[in-house]
């Protein structure tokens, strides 16, 4: 089943979407928005997933589904903590600004806890007021759960994921170095976060969803150019299921948490980092770590962070080529007061 | 006009209690929700305080106001940030632990995006799995916003404030050290913040509301026992215009984002860290500081941190000795998988 909000009033309005997103059909008749639709999943999801299967009959009214009229699947949440699964990711740009690698984070989960009260839609320009803090995109698969209890086990997370979809997490990168030095963690470094048009249940994603890991590549595209396609399910050191253990340890969350792979980031064969995609490579699903790859080579990076005008594009598609999540694609805009 | 929300599904159900909190009357007939109050607050507001002014007349239905009925205002916020606005407490707690205090913070807010996904309500237990991670509470004041668009001046914010509470910022003090070290902030560490029974509109603390500090003791209890009454109004660094805009500089805010003043904290007259309440000093809303100035004095901490069965009682008391926000009041219990 594949789930979208479009734009409306502060919480959006539920839809349930055809499998090749060309068509929706709306839920109000089971439940008017996404998180009233988690507060109370047990009840409505077969409800959902009847709908979705007349849907896809063509025996309900349907409408023509627009990706750009969507808000993020949830539009705010009561949670959104982000994980560093990719722990290469973490290595590159902590080898970047100079900061520890410590061997800890490869058995213990890096999570920073994000804002989730004012996502970007998919389409929505990202408004920020200085080019000069280093704008960055960084491509992610996140989850969304049901009530998760305090103490849960990865095994046990796993059976309470409802829905996957992907991310934006816009990072400010030049705003994390001093940020992080204050020792409290990310906040003004991390402005809005976006997500996909569409958010879909895990027997959607069938063979490629495997114990918690999204099996297949995340593209991203720089201004029209492709930038990146790193394999999902590849150097994930953490499953969605001990990231959201690792969220539970010392507290419940509440059915509507959203928690993030981190930026999706693999190794090259030889275990270095990747190559960019102009040199055959999977690139990287965020500047920083071209960058970072760019210092390592020849001392210093080349590739600006984004600039105001600037465009990304994130998506994910099935083997058969057909995109799963249909698009982020932003533009990066100046926000006047 | 204050506000609670008694204990009720997952957003609880919004009452209009009275000044002196013994009577409350539903506020249904305006809005069901605090949230959804706050969502439409112009509109809303004055027929809520309509209602508060038909309650204090006796002129409107009303019932007995119990707080041990109570959850925390908002049940679960779509955002939860906590400043560290008493510079006094950051200072204490990393000389306690040998972390840098660096002079910035006496400059740029520190601050940290908490978990809003469940909050505990003010007689509900803090139930916890271990002893060992350094149980703790923090007696915090705190304010709920309305929208707040990204850029505000502190000036701007102050004027967004739509309600003020208190908290019980619960700490996890063993956990903390190896957390922030890891680089991404507070996560485990933090588990689920308790609110106040009551969340009051800032016209309702009169002369002790100014530009944004509230002048008035916050009282701690720690086992029956009065553990500290700092002054909320003195040694706050930044008040809450200028934490709000810190947590509004790349991103707008939710109506119904809380922010947090951090650990209320009052330095010494002589400029050194506070006395104890057995030496006639203010004490602390905290056992950390307790702990830090007992290692100070006498080479090591002789407080222990909460253990199962303690307790921990936080009020505020107008000028005439009238509790503002009702009593937050929790016992620790072990939480059992």
Same mark, same amino acid.
């Given at each position: 089943?594949?789930?979208?909000?479009?734009?409306?009033?502060?919480?959006?309005?539920?839809?349930?979407?055809?499998?090749?997103?060309?068509?929706?059909?709306?839920?109000?008749?089971?439940?008017?928005?996404?998180?009233?639709?988690?507060?109370?999943? +047990?009840?409505?999801?077969?409800? &959902?997933?009847?709908?979705?299967?007349?849907?896809?009959?063509?025996?309900?009214?349907?409408?023509?589904? $627009?990706?750009?009229?969507?808000?993020?699947?949830?539009?705010?949440?009561?949670?959104?903590?982000?994980?560093?699964?990719?722990? *290469?990711?973490?290595?590159?740009?902590?080898?970047?600004?100079?900061?520890?690698?410590?061997?800890?984070?490869?058995?213990?989960?890096?999570?920073?806890?994000?804002?989730?009260?004012?996502?970007?839609?998919?389409?929505?320009?990202?408004?920020?007021?200085?080019? !000069? $803090?280093?704008?960055?995109?960084?491509?992610?698969?996140?989850?969304?759960?049901?009530?998760?209890?305090?103490?849960?086990?990865? $095994?046990? !997370?796993?059976?309470?994921?409802?829905?996957?979809?992907?991310? *934006?997490?816009?990072?400010?990168? *030049?705003?994390?170095?001093?940020?992080?030095? /204050?020792?409290?963690?990310?906040?003004?470094? /991390?402005?809005?976060?976006?997500?996909?048009?569409?958010?879909?249940?895990?027997? +959607?994603?069938?063979?490629?969803?495997?114990?918690?890991?999204?099996? &297949?590549?995340?593209?991203?595209?720089? *201004?029209?150019?492709?930038?990146?396609?790193?394999?999902?399910?590849?150097?994930?050191?953490?499953? =969605?299921?001990?990231? #959201?253990?690792?969220? @539970? /340890?010392?507290?419940?969350?509440?059915?509507?948490?959203?928690?993030?792979?981190?930026?999706?980031?693999?190794?090259?064969?030889?275990?270095?980092?990747?190559?960019?995609?102009? +040199?055959?490579? &999977?690139?990287?699903?965020?500047?920083? +770590?071209?960058?970072?790859?760019?210092?390592?080579?020849?001392? @210093?990076?080349?590739?600006?962070?984004?600039? =105001?005008?600037?465009?990304?594009?994130?998506?994910?598609?099935?083997?058969?080529?057909?995109?799963?999540?249909?698009?982020?694609?932003? #533009?990066?805009? /100046?926000?006047?007061?």
């Amino acid at each position: 089943m594949k789930l979208a909000s479009l734009k409306h009033g502060r919480d959006g309005r539920l839809v349930v979407v055809s499998r090749d997103l060309t068509r929706a059909t709306d839920a109000f008749p089971v439940v008017s928005t996404l998180q009233a639709a988690l507060d109370d999943w +047990e009840r409505l999801h077969p409800r &959902l997933v009847d709908l979705a299967e007349q849907l896809e009959h063509g025996s309900v009214p349907s409408f023509r589904f $627009h990706e750009h009229d969507c808000a993020s699947p949830l539009p705010r949440a009561y949670q959104w903590a982000d994980g560093s699964a990719y722990v *290469n990711h973490v290595a590159l740009v902590r080898q970047a600004r100079g900061a520890e690698m410590m061997p800890s984070f490869w058995t213990d989960p890096l999570m920073y806890q994000g804002g989730s009260d004012t996502f970007l839609g998919p389409r929505d320009p990202i408004t920020l007021p200085d080019e !000069a $803090h280093g704008i960055d995109f960084e491509g992610e698969v996140a989850v969304i759960t049901g009530d998760v209890p305090m103490g849960v086990t990865p $095994h046990e !997370a796993r059976g309470l994921i409802r829905l996957v979809m992907i991310a *934006n997490d816009v990072s400010l990168r *030049n705003l994390i170095a001093s940020e992080l030095a /204050k020792g409290f963690g990310f906040f003004q470094s /991390k402005p809005s976060t976006a997500f996909s048009p569409v958010a879909v249940t895990p027997d +959607e994603l069938g063979a490629a969803w495997v114990e918690g890991k999204l099996h &297949l590549p995340l593209l991203a595209y720089f *201004n029209g150019e492709q930038f990146g396609r790193p394999q999902a399910g590849v150097d994930m050191t953490f499953d =969605f299921g001990t990231l #959201i253990a690792h969220a @539970a /340890k010392t507290r419940a969350l509440t059915a509507g948490t959203i928690i993030g792979s981190g930026t999706v980031s693999n190794r090259d064969a030889d275990g270095g980092p990747g190559r960019p995609i102009a +040199e055959g490579g &999977l690139g990287y699903v965020c500047i920083a +770590e071209m960058r970072t790859v760019e210092t390592i080579r020849d001392g @210093a990076p080349r590739t600006p962070f984004m600039r =105001f005008g600037d465009a990304v594009r994130i998506e994910m598609k099935d083997a058969g080529g057909h995109s799963i999540f249909g698009a982020i694609d932003q #533009i990066v805009r /100046k926000h006047h007061d």
